[in-house]
């Protein structure tokens, strides 16, 4: 018996596209957040549409509840920690 793959080729491509799509924002504009003194050390939701913040906290769980509150969903959104010592991991 053959067991699917849960993606094939064709979804794969498109899972890679967005992520590609959303780290593109985040280096364009990761650097913008960081001078705005308000975002820094905190969860920031965009629209992953026209890159508009939709909510920001320090707490993640007050972030989803902001976006949940304005009727996004999160395949509608993008989330990332501000902080001005970024760290990479590798894994």
Do not use: C
């Not at 967005?18 to 629209?47: M, R, S, T």
């Amino acid at each position: 018996m053959t067991e699917r793959m849960p993606f094939d080729q064709e979804e794969m491509a498109k899972i890679f596209q967005k992520a590609e799509k959303q780290q593109q924002f985040w280096d364009g504009h990761y650097q913008d957040f960081v001078k705005q003194k308000k975002y820094l050390n905190k969860f920031v939701a965009v629209n992953n549409q026209d890159g508009q913040v939709v909510a920001y906290s320090k707490d993640l769980l007050k972030v989803l509840d902001k976006i949940k509150g304005k009727g996004l969903s999160l395949n509608e959104v993008w989330v990332r920690f501000i902080t001005d010592n970024p760290q990479k991991l590798m894994l």
